[in-house]
């Protein structure tokens, strides 16, 4: 069975959202969850919404990591009903699931 090409409309989250303030970000594009943040600069730096996305062990958590922390950005993984404070993001054994959260502390947040 071949495949079938088609063509797909893209448009970025700073353009969909045209200035409105976005509180909450849920990203899982299959490995160009870096590309996807790069198209919303105008909202990560106007409004620093909460960025949940799954980190696959080859996707761009490294670009991604980076990019976010330039932005003020602080990282966290859910463990046990609370967000933990991490220094970098990996990928674990609990579903590569991850939380990016603004510099404001998050509700259920526990220092380490």
Known sequence: MQGVLITVPLTSVDWLCNSSAVDLVKIDAEGLEDKVLKDMMENLASTSPTNIYWCNPDGPSQVIESFLIGFGY?????????LVPVKSIEADQHGNFRIVQSTA???????K
């Open 74 to 82: 602080r990282l966290y993984h859910p463990l046990d009903e609370r």
């Open 105 to 111: 502390s998050p509700v259920g947040s526990q220092a």
